[in-house]
């Protein structure tokens, strides 16, 4: 059974920094593209940023651009992102996904993880 696991999530002033890493277990890894989503009980689940098979081409959201980092390191089957210069309004679970292609809709990946809370305090 596939898994995509999440971690490294938690409490950060604004500014700070987080490294999210996203798991996966039972899945061929580098034949996936990954992505990353966020969401709020307000909002629908939004595009975060995104990762190509190789990790040649990767793809952000205009609200992250620059401050945020995608990458993933196939060997260990993992995927990152790395946060910077946080905001509050980056404050939601974040959740990792697999899929055929680098996209930006949610509709696009077959694979969920169960997710991890940012909390960015200002």
């Known amino acids: 059974q596939v898994q995509l696991v999440e971690s490294g999530g938690g409490l950060v002033q604004a500014g700070g920094s987080l490294r999210l890493s996203c798991a996966a277990s039972?899945?061929?890894?580098?034949?996936?593209?990954m992505g990353w989503f966020r969401q709020t009980p307000e909002k629908e689940r939004e595009f975060v940023a995104t990762?190509?098979?190789?990790?040649?081409?990767?793809y952000y959201a205009d609200s992250v651009k620059g401050r945020f980092t995608i990458s993933r390191d196939n060997a260990k089957n993992t995927m990152y992102l790395q946060m910077n210069s946080l905001k509050p309004e980056d404050t939601a679970v974040y959740y990792c996904?697999?899929?055929?292609?680098?996209?930006?809709?949610?509709?696009?990946?077959?694979?969920w993880g169960q997710g991890t809370q940012v909390t960015v305090s200002s």
């Open positions: 996904a697999g899929g055929a292609l680098p996209r930006a809709t949610p509709a696009g990946y077959q694979y």
């Open positions: 039972e899945l061929t890894f580098d034949n996936y593209a």
């Open positions: 990762i190509s098979q190789s990790g040649r081409n990767t």
